[in-house]
C-alpha cells in the first residue's frame, strides 16, 4: 500500500527535518503553487493549512511544526511527527505498522537519526523515494569506505531522481563531485558533475545548491587554467551566479571569498583585448567588496591577501589616475610591512618589499626604492631564491637607467 498521496514529494531537497517531512494532500488552490515552489528548492509564498507544519520546519521551528500536525494517529502523520521529534522506540512501532514508499522514508529517517545501524531496502520504492534511499546507502558505503560503491549510488540516485525532482537531483550531483573532490577523484569528472548540479536546477531559481557547485567549479577553472583566457572567462561567469545567491548581507564570507577569487581570474586574464582595462576596475572593485567583510581582527589571513592583491591591481591596471592609486598601495605595502614579522615569514615580507620598491619606482621616489628593493634581494638571496633575485636585480637595474636618463637631460 502506498501512502503518498503527494508526488513527487520534495524530499531532500531542504535540511532536516523538513527534507524528510511528507506532504498530505490539499485541495486547497495554494497547494500546486506551494508544491512547484518546494520543488524549485524555494519557500513558497502561500501555504495550504494542511502544510503549516512543514512551513514551520522550513523555518527551524520544530516546536511549532509539532503543535501544528494534526491530532489525528493516521500514518503520515505519526511518520512525520516521528521525523520532527521521534524516539527509538517510535521506530519499532512505526517499522511494524508501515509498508511501501512510507515504510522506505522512514527506514531512511531511522539510520539518519541512528535509530538503525543499516538503511532500508530498496524494494518497491521508486523516483525521488529511491533516490533518497539510495543518499542514505552512499552514506553507508562512505562510512565503510566504500568511496565506489558510494560514488555508484549517487549515480543510481540522480537517475532516479532527475525526471521527478531536478532540485535533488542537482544536490546529489554536487554530493558526488564533493566525494569525488574529498577523495582524489578525477578532475574531468568532478567538473562534469559539478556543470550536472547547476544543469540540473534552472537559472530563474535562487538555489544554495546551484550557487555552491558554481562557486566550486569557478574554483577549479581558475586552479588549472594556466593562464588561458577562456577558462578564466569559465571562473569569472561560475562566481557571477554564485553571487545571485551568496549576497553580503546573508552570506558575507562566501561573498567576500567569491569577490576575491572573481578579481584574481580577471587580473590573470592576459591583458590583449581593448574590455581588459575595464576587468581591471571590475577586479579593483571586487577586493574592495571583498574587504568591506573582512578585517584584520576576525580574519587576519583572508584580509591580508585581500589587501595585497587590491594593492597588486592598483599598481598594474589601467586607471586615469595613476599616481593616486600608486600611493594608495604604496600605503597599503607598508602598512602590511608593518603587520608581518620578516623571521617568521622571509619569503611573504621580502614579496611585500618588492612590490612596495616597484611602486615607489613608478612615483619616481628612486631612493626609496632601491633601499626596499635592496632589502628584498637579501631576504631572497638568505632563502635561496634565485628567480626572485633575478626580478629585483632587474627592477634595481631600470631605476638606474631611468636615473642616468634624467641626468643626461
Not at 512525520?80 to 527506514?107: K, S, W
Request: net charge negative; aromatic share 6%; hydrophobic share 50%.
Amino acid at each position: 500500500m502506498n501512502l503518498l498521496a503527494v508526488r513527487p514529494q520534495p524530499l531532500g531537497i531542504f535540511p532536516l527535518p523538513a527534507g524528510y517531512l511528507v506532504l498530505p494532500p490539499s485541495d486547497k488552490p495554494a497547494a500546486g503553487t506551494a508544491l512547484a515552489a518546494l520543488l524549485r528548492g524555494e519557500t513558497p509564498v502561500e501555504w495550504p493549512p494542511e502544510w503549516q507544519f512543514y512551513a514551520h520546519a522550513l523555518a527551524g521551528n520544530v516546536a511549532a511544526a509539532l503543535a501544528a500536525l494534526p491530532l489525528t494517529n493516521d500514518l503520515v502523520t505519526r511518520y512525520n511527527r516521528y521525523v520532527l521529534a521521534g524516539a527509538p522506540a517510535d521506530d519499532l512501532t512505526l517499522h511494524a505498522l508501515l509498508d511501501g514508499e512510507l515504510a522506505c522514508l522512514q527506514g531512511v529517517a531511522a539510520y539518519t537519526m541512528g535509530h538503525r545501524s543499516e538503511p532500508p531496502s530498496l524494494d518497491g520504492a521508486t523516483g525521488e523515494v529511491r533516490a533518497l534511499a539510495l543518499v542514505a546507502h552512499a552514506a553507508a558505503a562512505i562510512e565503510r569506505s566504500a568511496i565506489p560503491a558510494a560514488d555508484q549510488h549517487f549515480a543510481d540516485a540522480i537517475a532516479a531522481a532527475a525526471p521527478f525532482s531536478p532540485a535533488l537531483a542537482g544536490q546529489i550531483a554536487l554530493n558526488r563531485a564533493e566525494l569525488a573532490m574529498q577523495h582524489g577523484g578525477e578532475l574531468a569528472l568532478i567538473t562534469r558533475w559539478l556543470q550536472q548540479a547547476i544543469d540540473f536546477i534552472p537559472p530563474e531559481s535562487l538555489s544554495e545548491v546551484r550557487a555552491r557547485a558554481a562557486m566550486q567549479l569557478g574554483q577549479i577553472l581558475q586552479d588549472h587554467a594556466n593562464g588561458q583566457r577562456g577558462p578564466l572567462q569559465a571562473a569569472v561567469r561560475c562566481y557571477q551566479e554564485a553571487l545571485r545567491y551568496y549576497q553580503r548581507e546573508t552570506h558575507p564570507l562566501e561573498f567576500a571569498f567569491i569577490q576575491n577569487n572573481l578579481a584574481l581570474a580577471y587580473l590573470a586574464m592576459p591583458m590583449t583585448e581593448a574590455g581588459d582595462r575595464l576587468r581591471g576596475a571590475i577586479a579593483v572593485q571586487a577586493l574592495r567588496a571583498a574587504l568591506s567583510v573582512y578585517d584584520p581582527d576576525h580574519h587576519p589571513r583572508e584580509w591580508t591577501s585581500a589587501r595585497l592583491n587590491l594593492a597588486n591591481a592598483l599598481q598594474y591596471v589601467h586607471s586615469a589616475h595613476p599616481a593616486e592609486h600608486l600611493l594608495e598601495a604604496v600605503a597599503i605595502y607598508e602598512d602590511l610591512l608593518q603587520r608581518r614579522n620578516p623571521a617568521a615569514d622571509p619569503a611573504g615580507y621580502a614579496r611585500i618589499l618588492a612590490n612596495l620598491g616597484n611602486a615607489l619606482a613608478h612615483l619616481g621616489v628612486f631612493a626609496e626604492a632601491r633601499e626596499r628593493l635592496l632589502q628584498a634581494e637579501q631576504l631572497f638571496a638568505e632563502i635561496g631564491d634565485e628567480s626572485a633575485i633575478a626580478t629585483v636585480r632587474e627592477l634595481v637595474a631600470n631605476i638606474d637607467q631611468h636615473e642616468e636618463m634624467a641626468k643626461g637631460q
